[in-house]
């Protein structure tokens, strides 16, 4: 699907929501799916991420009723409406697609927040499965129509909150807390420098077109499913690591003492990588803000190579079609390139020079196509705005 404009979205989700539940939705709001720019799973490790929003988004439309009924309904799910009760509500690890929204609620009520029953029904130009956080865009979303009908006034790093815990306790994916505040909180004409420990946060700008440079987005077409076991394997060796060497997380470990890190994990050579690849890339992370905030961010193309490199031979989470997709773009002439998302399949992340956007484009579908791989969707990635409501 391709990002449309947002009042015609707007226009098209309400009339599905009046055909479904027969009456006028309260409001429509709009969530961003995310391409994280640098700082790939950094989050659950206390550390520095930097996404930015496209301009693909979940929409909700949404009512309340006064039955405590809760019924959810996505254009892109196949069955009809999903019908379930608040306080039935118990956490189902494995479920479709409507244990993100019906999580949301959940995580809600658990907090002691008063949400009662509604009608939603939500559309999505987020690809699914690509590694651009379909399901944060959802939580989010959900997030921001039931704080509205209910009046609860959360901050969107509360609704941040509420939204991974949904994910985390209710679906069952232990991810951290970036792609919940990259679409909550992301601006447009801007990358999100977030430290994920105590959620400070930064806009800091990035107008690629006014650097005479573009960044595209190659989805694989690969699809990943983060609850399949190999994401949380990667968090719990993380989590082991930091307690063998000591600190509260791997985001405590300085890079200039990197080594001597490694070298008190002697003993425990499958956690090594991982460290490594945590302490780099948070570093990358920094190095990448001061370019930025310098004006230069041809520069971010070499941190994004090393990123693809250090996820790939020591986090161990790329894939034969990423690894084409960025060793194609920087053969071709693209300034860096990575695989961005949780990995094992998804999307990766190209920097390049608009004069050279078409000819690395097309050098990649055909790398595709030579490989025998179903043929790549490669689009522009700019960044857009957070979560937001596009009706009165």
Known sequence: MTATDPAQAAHRTAAEFRALYGTEPTGIWAAPGRVNLIGEHTDYNDGFVMPLALPHTTLAAAAPRTDGVLRLHSAGAPGGIVELRPEDLRPRPGADWSAYPAGVVWAMREAGLPVGGADLHVTSTVPLGAGLSSSAALEVATALALDALHGLGLSREELARLAQRAENAYVGVPCGIMDQTAAACCTAGHALFLDTRDLTQRQVAFDAAAHG???????????????????????????????????????????AHLPDALAALAGEPGLRPLVRHIVTENHRVEQAVAHLDAGRPHALG???????????????VSCPELDLAADTADAAGALGARMTG???GGSALVLVEEAAAATVAKAVDAAFAAAGYTAPRIFPAVPGPGARRLTP
């Open 302 to 316: 070499p941190l994004l190579t090393a990123s693809h490199a250090s996820l790939r031979d020591d986090f161990a």
């Open 213 to 255: 440079l573009r960044l595209l987005v190659v989805d694989t077409r690969v699809r990943h499913q983060l609850g399949d076991g190999a994401y949380a394997q990667r968090r719990a060796g993380c989590e082991r690591a930091a307690r063998a060497l000591g600190v509260r997380a791997l985001r405590d470990v300085p890079h």
């Open 342 to 344: 949780g990995g094992f």
